[in-house]
């Protein structure tokens, strides 16, 4: 991968005063046209030898806490992990379409009405009413979702099914 792009300073581990790359990663042809970044991650290989996870006294006096364990990446290992980008799908096209409000009717009883218009590539993206499907579009067109609500307002997006890749936001206040 080539992630220190042949740097001698680029290390992974020191051991007694001493460094150097152990750590790598290796990829056939078609995998690697795939990766976008690789590097190193330094949070291992430069913690000062008085935290080492040795059995013995710690030097100096210090204090040799119970447990070393502590809920975060650092000093999982006494080498760097490798860090590597990878775009293993083809990339979604963005949603070709277009959804604006054409009218709302609210009744006495609290039952609303809005209409909307839909435009564009629609056909298999579900309507979402405040970020929960309310149908599947079949054809560009008009659509009527009427529900019982007692808010002032619905956000509405078409979105690719199962996805988060959706139209901008449509706020109707009625």
């Keep these: 991968m080539q992630s220190n792009d042949n740097d001698y300073r680029v290390y992974s581990y020191t051991f007694m005063g ?41 030097p100096g006096g210090l204090e040799k806490p119970d447990n070393f364990y502590q809920a975060d990446p650092f000093r999982t290992s006494d080498h760097d992990p490798l860090l ?17 409000l054409i009218r709302v009717n609210r009744a006495r009883s ?20 405040n970020g929960q499907p ?7 067109g008009r659509y009527n979702d009427q529900f019982k609500t007692s808010n002032n307002l619905a956000q509405y997006q078409l979105c690719r099914a199962s996805t988060e890749q959706c139209t901008a936001v449509l706020q109707v206040d009625f």
Excluded: C
């Excluded at 590597?84 to 604006?100: C, G, N, W």
């Excluded at 609290?110 to 009413?129: A, H, I």
């Excluded at 309310?134 to 560009?140: E, G, L, N």
């Design 18 to 58: 001493e460094s150097g790359s152990l750590d790598h990663a290796f990829a056939s042809p078609s995998l690697a046209a795939k990766v976008l970044q690789a590097k190193s991650w330094y949070i291992n290989s430069d913690e000062i030898p008085a935290f080492n996870y040795s059995e013995g006294p710690l």
């Design 84 to 100: 590597i980008a990878m775009q293993l799908s083809e990339p979604v096209p963005p949603v070709a379409a277009e959804l604006s």
């Design 110 to 129: 609290g039952s609303t009405l809005v209409q909307l218009r839909m435009e564009g590539d629609v056909t298999g993206l579900e309507l979402r009413r």
């Design 134 to 140: 309310v149908t599947t579009v079949q054809r560009a």
